[in-house]
Structure formats: structure tokens, C-alpha cells
């Protein structure tokens, strides 16, 4: 939100710039034109009616705010699409706006039950109310990394994302520094899975390891169980003889009485 000296400031801006773009522009239009861009920064509209003078054309707020728009750093939904593509794949390390991310996870039961054309419909409708209203609102874009299973993608992503200017360089090297430790195997990661019931691959070698343990458990269960058996069998026959035992005292009392 502008300051009312920054909204004094703009409405000066807004002279100049009709006037340097040929234009004629009243007291009245130049004030609601004011009201209506007053959410945005002071730096963003400055490069708007930059570009404004470099194109030409007629200077309306329409005009500001797709020059806004344009720089803003929203993805455009094609190319959201595609991110949010990448991010269906669960081994994919992925570099998302908040309202990719919603999108998304709108069109995700549609993509899980494999019609790629209504859930890619359904997130483009979902992921333009989401920018209209943030734009709207003027509240900057904002970038979180969703990490992959695969590690080498990680440290790709992260690259990738510094490169496009997604994320500032001092937050990239340190989620690089990070990244390029030694990473949780996926052997790791599928222990992990029986705990939190995510489930994850296990290497050939692993699932030769649980198999040899489920077999030890299993001949241990049978050993326990002939154990018990063995041991209330034991437990009747003890019974048996001391009931035997008491029947015999039994019957000599009686024959000495």
C-alpha cells in the first residue's frame, strides 16, 4: 500500500508519463487511476509505466496492470502446468509458488485417476482465481522447493531455480551446501516408509534382507508356539500325576479306616 506522499507521487507520475506518451490526461481519471494501483510497490509501478512509455499505446489502468503483471514473477499457466507436472512425480524436486502448490493439489485426484486433459482444465481454472486474487491484493510471489526422492535432481533444482532468479543466491548455496551432504538412501528411505506408511522402493538387495528377517521371525513365532504347546502339555501331565497322587492317599486312608 502506497503512502499517501508515494500516492502524490504517483499521481505526478501518471502526468508525466501521458505526456511524455502524447496523451491527455484529467485531474479526475489521473486520481481514480491512483485508487485503483495504490496496493502496489512504488518500485513496481515505476518499471509499469516505464514500459507503458516504451510501448506506447493508450495509458490505462489495464495497461499498468499487465505491464505489472508481466514482471510480477507468476509463471504463466502453461508454464505453472508444467511445474506442477513435475511435481505429480514423487522422486521430482520441484520449485513452486504458493499457488502452484494449491492448484495442484485441486487437480491432483484428477491426474491419480489418469485424465491428464480435465486435471490440467481444472488447475489452470483453480491456479488463475489464485493469481487474480494475489494480484489483486498485490502480495509478491513467493518460491518454496518441494523436495524429490532423487537426490542428483535436488541439487539440479536448486541450480536451475538461482539461475532463473527464483531463489537469491545466499538461500541457494545454503540449500546447496545441504543438499550435497550424503543424502538418505532410498534403502533408508524405505525404512523410513514402514513408519510413516509412505511407501518407497527398497533396493533387490534390501528386499533379500527383510525377507531373510521374515523368516527368522516366522521360525521364531513357530518356536515359541511348540515351546507353549510343550509347556501345557508338561502343565497336564503334572496335573494328571498329582491328581493321581491325592486319589491313591485317598484310598489308603480309606482302607485304614
Known amino acids: ?31 481514480i487511476m491512483v485508487d485503483d494501483l495504490k496496493e502496489h510497490s512504488e518500485a513496481d509501478l515505476a518499471q509499469a509505466l516505464k514500459a507503458c512509455r516504451r510501448s506506447g499505446g493508450r495509458l490505462t489502468v489495464d495497461a499498468i496492470l499487465k505491464n505489472l503483471h508481466a514482471a510480477d514473477g507468476h509463471p504463466e499457466p502453461n508454464e505453472a502446468w508444467a511445474i506442477a507436472l ?47 486474487a494475489s494480484r489483486a491484493a498485490a502480495t509478491p510471489v513467493t518460491w518454496n522447493l518441494s523436495l524429490g526422492h532423487n537426490a542428483e535432481r535436488r ?61 527368522v521371525v516366522k521360525d521364531g513365532k513357530r518356536r515359541k508356539l511348540i515351546q507353549d504347546r510343550w509347556d501345557r502339555r508338561k502343565e497336564r501331565n503334572e496335573l494328571r500325576r498329582r491328581k493321581a497322587e491325592v486319589e491313591s492317599q485317598l484310598q489308603k486312608l480309606g482302607g485304614a479306616q
Do not use: N
Request: hydrophobic share 50%; charged share 20%; aromatic share 4%.
Open 1 to 31: 500500500m502506497l503512502t499517501p506522499d508515494q500516492q502524490d507521487q504517483l499521481l505526478l507520475s501518471l502526468f508525466a508519463t501521458a505526456e511524455a506518451m502524447g496523451l491527455q490526461l484529467t485531474q479526475p481519471a489521473a486520481l
Open 86 to 132: 513435475q511435481s505429480f512425480d514423487e522422486d521430482e524436486t520441484v520449485l513452486m509458488t504458493a499457488e502452484i502448490q494449491q492448484a495442484a493439489a485441486a487437480a491432483a485426484p484428477i491426474i491419480e485417476a489418469r485424465d491428464k486433459v480435465g486435471a490440467r482444465m481444472a488447475f489452470i481454472a483453480a491456479y488463475q482465481r489464485l493469481i487474480d
Open 155 to 215: 541439487v539440479q533444482a536448486v541450480e536451475e531455480a538461482q539461475r532463473l532468479g527464483r531463489l537469491p543466491a545466499p538461500a541457494a548455496h545454503r540449500l546447496l551446501a545441504d543438499l550435497r551432504v550424503t543424502p538418505i538412501t532410498g534403502d533408508g528411505q524405505a525404512i523410513a516408509g514402514l513408519i510413516t506408511g509412505k511407501a518407497v522402493k527398497p533396493s533387490e538387495g534390501m528386499r533379500e534382507r527383510w525377507q531373510a528377517l521374515k523368516e
